[in-house]
């Protein structure tokens, strides 16, 4: 799922190509798409965009009258721009057509999870914020608040769009990796210093990785948003060495996620159970890293 990293080079260039110019067409292929009828979505035609927004993990795009289209790209969701008379070789979910350019919406895959809604009005917009702090944003005091709010894990508490917004899994692993911190320590045992860390690392990391898209778009419109970056130190890298330490990566995998994490820099040593891999080992799990076969 794109995150605020790539959320925010994805708005840079839309606002970049948008702003100012005026929306032609609308053409929905998908029946899933669409979430609202009223107002109708052909109403949006023949206005211009007057601003370009991110909520929480959603991309508003505003239009003349109030009316704002808001997308939410879920896991496999991603945008792209077409200039005119170029080709349009994925037409996908969704097509907007500018005056100067041609907007697409796709989804790989065969599950139907992104959304469009057309909304009217600031209050309505506002139903779509999941209500998550805005973290580069805050201040520390607010940080430590909100993160001990709810008593969660601390990658749940991360990647809960209620308490803070635009983090999922992937920038949460890199997070919890710099902050030296468990993705499973329960935020009410968390102690001040390591909350300092935390909120440290969440700042640091998102502003990095804002750079780095930054500086791999060069101007033109982002279409490798991916989950997976090599230069990551944990996130998608079970069983590659930790650039700290060497140590292997290890991960939690739970439905349709995984958790990454190096036991040696942020559990000092034990492995976590995973699930799957628990269950079937059973009293052969290991305990600790280094009782671990590394060349399994």
Same mark, same amino acid.
């Given at each position: 799922?794109?995150?605020l990293?790539?959320l925010?080079?994805?708005?840079e260039a839309?606002e970049?190509r948008l702003l100012g110019?005026? !929306?032609e067409r609308?053409?929905v292929?998908s #029946?899933f798409? @669409?979430?609202? +009828?009223v #107002?109708?979505?052909?109403?949006a035609?023949g ?9 929480g993990?959603?991309i +508003?795009?505003g ?10 790209l879920?896991?496999a969701g ?8 170029a ?5 996908g !979910? =969704?097509r907007l057509?500018f005056?100067?350019g041609?907007?697409?919406?796709t989804?790989a895959g065969?599950?139907r999870r992104a959304?469009?809604h057309?909304v009217?009005?600031?209050?309505q ?5 999941p ?6 944003? &805050?201040? @520390?005091?607010?940080?430590? =608040?909100?993160?001990?709010s709810e008593?969660?894990? @601390?990658?749940? &508490?991360l990647?809960d769009p ?16 710099a902050?030296r ?6 935020t009410?045992?968390?102690d001040? +210093?390591?909350? &300092?860390?935390?909120?440290a +690392?969440?700042s640091?990391?998102?502003r990095?990785w804002?750079?780095r898209?930054?500086q791999?778009a060069?101007?033109g419109? #982002?279409?490798?948003v991916?989950?997976?970056r ?5 996130h998608?890298?079970?069983r590659?060495?930790?650039p700290v330490?060497?140590? #292997?990566?290890q991960?939690i995998?739970?439905?349709d996620?995984?958790t990454?994490?190096c036991?040696?820099?942020?559990t000092?040593g034990?492995? @976590? &159970?995973d699930?799957a ?12 890293v280094?009782a671990?076969d590394?060349d399994?």
């Open positions: 799922m794109p995150e990293p790539d925010t080079v994805y708005l839309l970049s110019r005026r !929306l609308v053409l292929s #029946p798409l @669409l979430r609202t +009828a #107002p109708p979505i052909q109403s035609c206005r211009r965009v007057t601003e370009v927004r991110r909520i993990k959603r +508003a795009i239009l003349e009258g109030q009316l704002w289209l808001v997308f939410h879920m896991i991603r945008l792209h721009w077409f200039e005119p008379g080709p349009i070789k994925r037409p !979910l =969704a057509e005056e100067n041609t907007l697409t919406l989804e065969t599950k959304s469009l057309l009217q009005g600031e209050d917009l506002r139903l779509q914020d209500g998550g702090l805005e973290v580069l944003q &805050a201040t @520390l005091e607010e940080f430590a =608040a909100r993160l001990r008593n969660h894990t @601390l990658k749940r &508490a990647t209620k308490l803070f917004s635009g983090i999922g899994n992937a920038y949460s692993d890199e997070i919890l990796h902050a911190l468990s993705p499973v320590m329960l009410s045992r968390i001040d +210093a390591a909350v &300092a860390r935390l909120y +690392a969440t640091a990391q998102l990095l804002t750079g898209l930054r791999l060069a101007g419109f #982002p279409e490798k991916t989950a997976f090599d230069a990551m130190a944990v998608g890298r079970f590659l060495p930790c330490c060497a140590t #292997p990566v991960r995998r739970y439905a996620n995984e990454n994490y036991a040696r820099c942020q000092g034990r492995l @976590l &159970a699930r891999l628990s269950r079937l080992l059973k009293q052969d799990w290991p305990k600790s280094d671990f590394r399994d």
